[in-house]
């Protein structure tokens, strides 16, 4: 089974805050993946990245920074946090190889006041 | 892009019965199609996928259908148990590949 560790798993942080979630994956997986998940809209697609150094554009990528360090480390940044922010952050993974899989983590519950 | 339309909000089916989640997406190039499955207070696990090149795939109580020329595809849970309730979730991307589009998700209560 595929390890993906997200910290925080909560965070409060006020408007105009500096905020790092953080994902680890310890599968050597090639895709990794951030979503966040809102009642109504679902899961949405805000940065992945193919390896180390490589970032791709997701489908609400506004507000959102993110960093792919190493093969196992992608982070997502909010460095001017707002409270349309406030949600369910989702990393994920994937080998490319395989079916597409997707791995998830447990989430981390972001509150930003 | 594409866009995957998830048409039951909620679902409530007695236990044993069946239950049916309809999908809808947009792009003729998808090709893959997952299902995800989220558990209450949990994270999203694999449940079940079926590729283009077939219209049907069971994987025990399980059954996707694929519907291409409408550009549908469903999941059918045959004798429902109360731990198939949970929010069911669609996805769609053109090939294995890719990035998956979901839809917003089911919500499926198995009443005893």
């Known amino acids: 089974e595929a390890a993906v560790t997200q910290s925080p798993r909560n965070k409060v942080t006020v408007t105009g805050g500096n905020v790092t979630l953080s994902c680890r994956q310890t599968?050597?997986?090639?895709?990794m993946y951030w979503y966040r998940q809102d009642t109504g809209h679902g899961l949405r697609l805000i940065h992945y990245?193919?390896?180390?150094?490589?970032?791709q554009i997701g489908d609400v990528p506004d507000g959102y920074k993110a960093t792919r360090t190493t093969q196992e480390d992608f982070f997502l940044l909010l460095e001017l946090a707002s409270p349309s922010q406030t949600s369910l952050y989702f990393c994920a993974s994937s080998d490319s190889s395989s079916q597409n899989t997707l791995y998830f983590g447990a989430g981390t519950r972001l509150s930003v006041l | 892009g594409e866009k995957v339309e998830q048409h039951e909000s909620t679902l409530s089916v007695r236990e044993g019965d069946s239950a049916v989640i309809n999908c809808t997406y947009t792009?003729?190039?998808?090709?893959?199609f997952p299902w995800y499955k989220q558990e209450a207070g949990k994270s999203l696990h694999f449940v079940i996928d079926i590729r283009s090149n077939v219209d049907r795939k069971q994987s025990q109580r399980l059954t996707v259908l694929l519907d291409k020329k409408a550009k549908r595809f469903s999941l059918h849970i045959t004798a429902t148990q109360p731990e198939d309730s949970a929010i069911y979730f669609c996805a769609a991307s053109i090939s294995a590949g890719n990035k998956l589009t979901f839809g917003i998700g089911t919500r499926v209560l198995v009443r005893p």
């Open positions: 792009d003729t190039a998808s090709s893959y």
């Open positions: 990245s193919y390896g180390a150094g490589n970032l």
């Open positions: 599968n050597s997986h090639n895709y």
